[in-house]
Every structure is written in C-alpha cells, then in structure tokens.
C-alpha cells in the first residue's frame, strides 16, 4: 500500500494562478480531507468528503473547491491564488466512522508559495 | 464550538529527562481525543489515542489518559531520546456531524539534546 500519496510537493504560484494539489488513497477509506498547516495555528479543516459525490466545508473553505468523483482521489482546487494561501497542504484519510474513533492517515503534504 | 488547547512550546529537554505536554479540550458529547506527530520534513502520524473516559491510550513509551472531569489528555513520557524530537499535536475528533474531522492544538516543538 502507498497509504496517502499528495502531489506536487512544493509549488510556486504567483497571485492570480490557480492549481489543483493532488491526493489519492489506496486503502478504500470513505472519509478524506484537507488541512492546511500554518505557523502557530495548528492544523485547519479546508474541506472533507464522507463519499464518492459528496463534500462538505470545514473551517476555512473560502479560496478553495473540491470534488470527489472517485473513491480513491480527492483533489484540491485553486481558482485564483493569494498569498494568503501560502501554506503547507496535507490530505488525510480514515474509514467513516459517526463517533470519530478512526485513525486519519496522512500524506506528505504540499508546501505552497504565493508571490 | 470544538476546541483543543494546548501548552505551548517550543520545549527542550535532556536525553532520559521526563516529559509532560499539557491538552484541554473543549467539545460536546464525547469525543474521542489523539496525539499526532510530525517529524522534520514529514506529515502527521499518529502517535496514539483514546475513544471514551478514563481511557489510557499508550505507544512508544508515551502515555496519555482521558479525563473527562478535568477535559485533559496530557502527553508524558518518562525518558526521552533525541529521536522523539518532532513537533506533537493533541486534537480531538467530534461526535456529531462530521465527526472524523479533526480540531487541533497549536502544536508543540519538542527538541531533546543529548
């Protein structure tokens, strides 16, 4: 198993560019999600996903879309990048769970410029 | 709403000194409660957890007990080595809808010299 695999690793974006980060999972897990990782703020809920076809925003969606088409992968979208979304990117995934009891498996993150 | 609050770091010890790392939480229902980790350079990994009170989750020689009379699931370790240098998050999943969402602490730095 590759557990949660995120691509690129690092990206430069200048203002107004948009980019989709990657994620994809090989262990058939029900639930993804993305954070985003800044100094002294811990770890924010961006977006997350219960299914295939369905999603749901976190703490801090604004600036950002998702789908989930597919079990397995579920991208990250940029329309029109800030540098306020300069951040580090990390995609987790678990089994579903209504108690929250279940592990989250993490990828490797994305680190994300903003000019 | 959800919240975890957790002593801030950054925290240097020596190798074989004890460590204790503070969280509180605040939720509704019972939630369950984690500790992650994340080495130089890597993503988080889960260290370990407890899903109910008076629950003590354990891993790697670290231990944390879930108080619910106190909202607390301090992170001690009673001799650490330079390789549990890492950041450490305490966070807390909910219990109603989208309760596999995470809410974390700030994190705290932990360097250990030898």
């Known amino acids: 198993n590759a557990g949660v695999t995120q691509t690129p690793k690092f990206q430069v974006l200048k203002t107004g560019q948009s980019m989709t980060l990657q994620c994809a999972q090989d262990?058939?897990?029900?639930?993804m999600s993305w954070y985003r990782q800044d100094p002294g703020m811990g770890l924010r809920l961006i977006h997350y996903?219960?299914?295939?076809?369905?999603?749901d925003q976190g703490e801090v969606p604004n600036g950002y879309n998702v789908s989930r088409s597919t079990t397995e992968d579920f991208p990250l979208r940029l329309l029109s990048a800030a540098p306020s979304q300069t951040s580090v990117y990390f995609c987790?995934?678990?089994?579903?769970?209504?108690?929250?009891?279940?592990?989250?498996?993490f990828g490797p993150g994305t680190r994300l410029l903003v000019l | 709403g959800d919240s975890v609050t957790q002593m801030e770091g950054p925290v240097t010890l020596s190798e074989e000194a004890f460590l204790t790392i503070n969280c509180t939480y605040t939720?509704?229902?019972?939630?369950?409660l984690f500790w992650y980790v994340q080495y130089p350079g890597e993503g988080l990994q889960l260290l370990l957890k407890?899903?109910?009170?008076?629950d003590k989750g354990s891993n790697k020689g670290f231990e944390a007990t879930y108080r619910k009379e106190t909202t607390s699931f301090h992170l001690e370790k009673g001799s650490v080595q330079v390789s549990d240098s890492a950041v450490y998050f305490c966070?807390?999943?909910?219990?109603?809808?989208?309760?596999?969402?995470?809410?974390f602490g700030t994190g705290t730095r932990l360097t250990v010299i030898p």
């Open positions: 987790a995934s678990s089994y579903s769970n209504r108690l929250g009891q279940e592990t989250q498996y």
């Open positions: 262990m058939n897990h029900e639930y």
């Open positions: 996903s219960v299914g295939a076809g369905i999603t």
């Open positions: 939720a509704t229902g019972y939630p369950s």
């Open positions: 407890a899903t109910k009170a008076d």
């Open positions: 966070a807390l999943s909910g219990y109603q809808t989208g309760a596999n969402n995470l809410f």
